[in-house]
C-alpha cells in the first residue's frame, strides 16, 4: 500500500505586479491557512517518509508555516520540475519516489496537482470536490494498493482525504484564489 499526498501552495501575494511568478511569497491568509492546515495534519497524525517539493518562494514559505503548525520538519527535497509542472511530470516524479517510502507528499502548484488528482482516481465524491476547484493550500490524500511507486497508473488510487483550509476555518475560505 501507497499514500501520496498532494499540497497546493497556499495564498500567495500579488502586492508587487512587476515580480517573477517563482518569487512571489505567501500573503497573510496564505501564511494563516499553511498553519492550520499544518495543525491539521498533526491532529490527523500523518506522516510521510519522502517529501518533495517545488523550491518557488511561495511553496518554501508554505512549507514553512505548515511544520510550524505541524510542530516538526518535513525533511523536504526541493526539485525544480516541479515548479508549474503537468500532472504527466508530477506522475513521474512520483513513479520515481524512493522505493521503501510507503508515504509521499509532494508540494506544488495547480493546474499539475489538480489534474494529477483527477488523473490518478476515478469516482467519489471527493474527486468530485477536486474537479470542482482544487484551492490554494488545500491537501489531498490518495492510496494505491500498490507495491512499488512504479506501478502508479491512472484511474488506480482512491482519494482518501480532500481538507481545505476554510474546511478547517471558514475565515479562510472562498475568496479570489492566486
Given at each position: 500500500?501507497?499514500?501520496l499526498?498532494?499540497?497546493?501552495?497556499?495564498k500567495?501575494?500579488?502586492?508587487?505586479?512587476?515580480?517573477?511568478?517563482?518569487?512571489?511569497?505567501?500573503?497573510?491568509?496564505g501564511?494563516?491557512?499553511?498553519?492550520?492546515?499544518g495543525?491539521?495534519?498533526?491532529?490527523?497524525?500523518?506522516?510521510?517518509?519522502?517529501?518533495?517539493?517545488s523550491?518557488?518562494?511561495?511553496?518554501?514559505e508554505t512549507l514553512?508555516?505548515?511544520?510550524?503548525?505541524?510542530?516538526?520538519?518535513?525533511?523536504?527535497?526541493?526539485?525544480?520540475?516541479?515548479?508549474?509542472?503537468?500532472?504527466?511530470?508530477?506522475?513521474?516524479?512520483?513513479?520515481?519516489?524512493?522505493?521503501?517510502?510507503?508515504?509521499?507528499l509532494l508540494?506544488?502548484?495547480?493546474?499539475?496537482l489538480?489534474?494529477?488528482?483527477?488523473?490518478?482516481?476515478?469516482?467519489?465524491?471527493l474527486?468530485?470536490?477536486?474537479?470542482?476547484k482544487?484551492?490554494?493550500?488545500?491537501?489531498?490524500?490518495?492510496?494505491?494498493s500498490?507495491?512499488?511507486?512504479?506501478?502508479l497508473?491512472?484511474g488506480?488510487?482512491?482519494?482518501?482525504?480532500?481538507?481545505?483550509?476554510?474546511?478547517?476555518?471558514?475565515?479562510?475560505?472562498?475568496?479570489?484564489?492566486?
Amino acid at each position: 500500500m501507497k499514500t501520496l499526498t498532494l499540497l497546493r501552495h497556499a495564498k500567495s501575494s500579488w502586492d508587487d505586479m512587476a515580480m517573477r511568478d517563482f518569487d512571489r511569497p505567501l500573503n497573510a491568509r496564505g501564511r494563516r491557512a499553511a498553519r492550520t492546515v499544518g495543525r491539521e495534519m498533526r491532529r490527523l497524525g500523518l506522516n510521510f517518509d519522502q517529501v518533495l517539493a517545488s523550491p518557488a518562494v511561495r511553496v518554501i514559505e508554505t512549507l514553512h508555516d505548515v511544520e510550524e503548525g505541524y510542530g516538526r520538519e518535513l525533511g523536504t527535497r526541493f526539485d525544480r520540475r516541479i515548479y508549474l509542472a503537468s500532472a504527466e511530470l508530477l506522475l513521474e516524479i512520483a513513479q520515481g519516489a524512493n522505493e521503501g517510502a510507503s508515504s509521499l507528499l509532494l508540494v506544488g502548484h495547480n493546474p499539475g496537482l489538480e489534474n494529477l488528482a483527477l488523473l490518478l482516481t476515478s469516482d467519489g465524491s471527493l474527486r468530485a470536490e477536486v474537479a470542482a476547484k482544487y484551492p490554494t493550500g488545500t491537501l489531498a490524500e490518495m492510496t494505491f494498493s500498490i507495491d512499488d511507486w512504479a506501478q502508479l497508473e491512472r484511474g488506480a488510487g482512491t482519494l482518501t482525504r480532500f481538507i481545505r483550509p476554510r474546511d478547517l476555518d471558514p475565515e479562510l475560505g472562498p475568496e479570489e484564489d492566486s
